[in-house]
């Protein structure tokens, strides 16, 4: 019994199994939306969006971009601007549709082929962002939910406290050689954060100076704003009139809850009843949320998807105006070191050597 449990709890650890798991439960999630909502008036509102307020979320969707890519250039600390938007537009496009983690793992890829990014910079631009998101998240559902008049209970405040204020402790620990490395080597062994807390010490080192630190909170506050008006115009542009802070504290929700390892492909099913969630806390009927969220997925994907694409193609056509360079790890010359798993190989043959984080235990790139 104990050896079969321990063999379902590894196959869920899978990222196959993560992605079984996470559609079976966003497929169930879905069937029971679509038994709550009306499909006809879900058809209705979407026929009659707003086409003005729709363009207007889609150029504030692009100010969001920027800032998210203006923080990857400080994590980063290289790339043009024209690249890093290119890699963080296409990063959040790919996030909009594959489940989980989609979009740091996106943005690896990318940071890593067309921004000249080591995956240990890579990883760690991922989880610094990741962390600042979740702080600035906790802190946004206490402050909108005052302003919205919403009174939380208090096992709802209290965790949202203690989540903000303990990720804003780790984040400054993190600035901290001795505690930087003892954190990471404990927290690559967990489940859902270990592929991004693995080799992130090199990129972590370079972020103590306080320009920086500026300005990533700076950049995390920005986004975190423009988000909130860009779902503003897109709930107005579906005839729902709710304030900002409405909107703030339900966005607050629904995106603390895709940190949950288990969503859904394109976020239907889930995205629907995180939304739901988020609406219905600030103050609508569980009906009229359900409606709104089902709408209002239909709508983010009509926004981040398009602005995707064309930042992939951005990538490409540059790369292919560069002279189509091929894979960094395909052209790299005598004597550079090439990374490859836990092990590091110069390309003339010499010793492989052991790349470590600076801290016991460390692994290679995931």
């Known amino acids: 019994m104990r050896s079969s449990l321990t063999r379902l709890l590894a196959g869920f650890n899978a990222p196959r199994g993560r992605l079984a798991v996470g559609a079976l439960v966003a497929v169930g999630l879905l069937a029971l939306v679509l038994t709550k909502?009306?499909?006809?008036?879900?058809?209705?509102?979407?026929?009659?969006?707003?086409?003005?307020?729709?363009?207007?979320?889609?150029?504030?969707?692009?100010?969001?971009?920027?800032?998210?890519?203006?923080?990857?250039?400080?994590?980063?600390?290289?790339?043009?601007?024209?690249?890093?938007?290119?890699?963080?537009?296409?990063?959040?496009?790919?996030?909009?549709?594959?489940?989980?983690?989609?979009?740091?793992?996106?943005?690896?890829?990318?940071?890593?082929?067309?921004?000249?990014?080591?995956?240990?910079?890579?990883?760690?631009?991922?989880?610094?962002a990741r962390l600042l998101d979740l702080a600035s998240l906790a802190t946004i559902l206490l402050v909108s939910?005052?302003?919205?008049?919403?009174?939380?209970?208090?096992?709802?405040?209290?965790?949202?406290?203690?989540?903000?204020?303990?990720?804003?402790?780790?984040?400054?620990?993190?600035?901290?050689?001795?505690?930087?490395?003892?954190?990471?080597?404990?927290?690559?062994?967990?489940?859902?954060?270990?592929?991004?807390?693995?080799?992130?010490?090199?990129?972590?080192?370079?972020?103590?100076?306080?320009?920086?630190?500026?300005?990533?909170?700076?950049?995390?506050?920005a986004a975190r704003l423009l988000a909130a008006l860009e779902y503003l115009c897109l709930f107005w542009a579906l005839g729902a009139h709710l304030s900002l802070?409405?909107?703030?504290?339900?966005?607050?929700?629904?995106?603390?809850?895709?940190?949950?390892?288990?969503?859904?492909?394109?976020g239907f099913g889930t995205s629907q009843v995180w939304w739901a969630g988020g609406l219905a806390l600030a103050g609508l009927p569980i009906t009229a949320a359900l409606t709104l969220g089902l709408e209002i997925q239909v709508l983010d994907l009509l926004v981040a998807l398009p602005e995707g694409c064309v930042g992939w193609v951005a990538l490409r056509?540059?790369?292919h105006l560069a002279g189509g360079a091929a894979d960094p790890a395909a052209s790299t010359p005598a004597g550079v070191v090439v990374a490859s798993g836990d092990q590091a190989m110069s390309s003339d043959g010499s010793e492989p050597r052991r790349e470590l984080m600076g801290a016991p235990g460390g692994r290679g790139a995931r």
């Open 145 to 221: 939910a005052d302003l919205a008049g919403v009174r939380l209970a208090r096992p709802l405040r209290f965790t949202a406290v203690v989540m903000a204020a303990g990720l804003v402790c780790l984040l400054l620990l993190f600035f901290v050689r001795t505690t930087r490395a003892w954190l990471l080597s404990r927290a690559e062994h967990l489940p859902i954060v270990g592929g991004f807390a693995v080799r992130a010490e090199v990129a972590l080192a370079d972020l103590s100076s306080s320009r920086v630190v500026a300005g990533l909170v700076v950049s995390t506050l």
């Open 245 to 266: 802070w409405q909107v703030w504290l339900a966005l607050a929700v629904r995106t603390l809850l895709f940190a949950l390892p288990v969503q859904g492909l394109g």
């Open 37 to 128: 909502v009306s499909l006809d008036r879900v058809e209705t509102a979407l026929a009659h969006v707003s086409g003005p307020l729709l363009g207007l979320a889609a150029l504030i969707a692009v100010g969001y971009v920027a800032t998210r890519a203006w923080r990857y250039r400080l994590l980063l600390g290289r790339g043009s601007w024209v690249a890093t938007m290119g890699v963080t537009a296409a990063s959040w496009g790919f996030g909009q549709v594959l489940p989980g983690p989609g979009a740091d793992a996106a943005f690896v890829w990318f940071a890593r082929s067309d921004l000249d990014a080591s995956v240990s910079r890579g990883t760690g631009a991922a989880l610094v």
């Open 317 to 319: 056509v540059r790369r």
